[in-house]
């Protein structure tokens, strides 16, 4: 249903859609997250995020090379590898390494604004809202219910608009043998530099130095530890 109202919401105006919205998204620029190509290409990545999820039911009996499948369409959907004409002429194409291990549920927006290195461990109930790039570095370990926002909206009341209002993108970096912990909050724009921890729960408004403990709401640094 909400998908349905929000493909009704009126088009913008024709000068404001030189370039398509996802165009816009993808550049860091302020972009309409209820554009149609954008709608779809959500719920593309929600069908793609349940039909993983639900493979790690183990009556199902689906192998782990084919969950691997599944969680890789998440990140390189096969629309956007062979484009319709009707798309946008630009997109981005999500990577994930060897030795990557995901438990489900998992939740994204787009999926395929997300690159995993090697070796990573992304524990059950992460979401990832990747409005832009999300670059989650080798050998990290992502603890249970973190959430990654790349995706901000306007402080100003009068111009968030609700649905009809504009977003903007900030990329996210977790650098390579980072920890972070369970419950963790990381808002859009952030670096958490190499190998840093950020403690259970907290709430990360800052970018985060390398080799660091960090901890609390905001995260402030607690202190560092050796290389």
Same mark, same amino acid.
């Given at each position: !249903?909400?998908?349905?109202?929000?493909?009704?919401?009126? *088009?913008?105006?024709?000068?404001?859609?030189?370039?398509?919205?996802? =165009? =816009?998204?993808?550049?860091?620029?302020?972009?309409?997250?209820?554009?149609?190509?954008?709608?779809?290409?959500?719920?593309?990545?929600?069908?793609?995020?349940?039909?993983? /999820?639900?493979?790690?039911? &183990?009556?199902?009996?689906?192998?782990?090379? #084919?969950?691997?499948?599944?969680?890789?369409?998440?990140?390189?959907?096969? #629309?956007?590898?062979?484009?319709? %004409? @009707?798309?946008?002429?630009?997109?981005?194409?999500?990577?994930?390494?060897? /030795?990557?291990? !995901?438990?489900?549920?998992?939740?994204?927006?787009? @999926?395929?604004?997300?690159?995993?290195? *090697?070796?990573?461990?992304? +524990? $059950?109930?992460?979401?990832?809202?990747?409005?832009? =790039?999300?670059?989650?570095?080798? /050998?990290?370990?992502?603890? &249970? /219910? !973190?959430?990654?926002?790349?995706?901000?909206?306007?402080?100003?009341?009068? $111009?968030?608009?609700?649905?009809?209002?504009?977003?903007? @993108?900030? %990329? !996210?970096?977790?650098? *390579?043998?980072?920890?972070? +912990?369970?419950?963790?909050?990381?808002?859009?724009?952030?670096?958490?530099?190499?190998?840093?921890?950020?403690?259970? +729960?907290?709430?990360?408004?800052?970018?985060? &130095?390398?080799?660091?403990?960090?901890?609390?709401? &905001?995260?402030?640094?607690? $202190? @560092?530890?050796?290389?």
């Amino acid at each position: !249903v909400a998908a349905q109202l929000a493909l009704s919401h009126a *088009q913008f105006p024709a000068n404001n859609r030189i370039r398509s919205q996802k =165009e =816009e998204m993808l550049s860091g620029k302020f972009y309409y997250p209820f554009d149609k190509e954008l709608v779809l290409e959500r719920e593309r990545c929600s069908a793609a995020c349940w039909r993983f /999820n639900n493979s790690t039911n &183990p009556n199902n009996g689906v192998s782990p090379n #084919e969950r691997a499948r599944l969680f890789r369409e998440i990140l390189q959907p096969r #629309e956007l590898l062979s484009p319709s %004409p @009707g798309s946008s002429p630009v997109t981005n194409i999500g990577r994930v390494g060897e /030795n990557v291990v !995901v438990e489900a549920p998992f939740v994204c927006d787009y @999926g395929y604004n997300i690159v995993i290195g *090697q070796n990573v461990i992304v +524990g $059950r109930s992460c979401t990832i809202l990747d409005a832009a =790039e999300v670059n989650i570095g080798d /050998n990290c370990h992502i603890g &249970p /219910n !973190v959430s990654i926002y790349a995706a901000t909206l306007h402080t100003d009341p009068k $111009r968030r608009q609700g649905s009809k209002g504009p977003q903007i @993108g900030r %990329p !996210v970096t977790i650098d *390579q043998d980072c920890w972070i +912990g369970g419950g963790v909050t990381i808002l859009p724009g952030i670096t958490i530099g190499k190998g840093s921890t950020v403690g259970a +729960g907290s709430v990360v408004t800052k970018n985060v &130095p390398p080799f660091t403990i960090v901890g609390g709401n &905001p995260a402030r640094v607690l $202190r @560092g530890i050796g290389s």
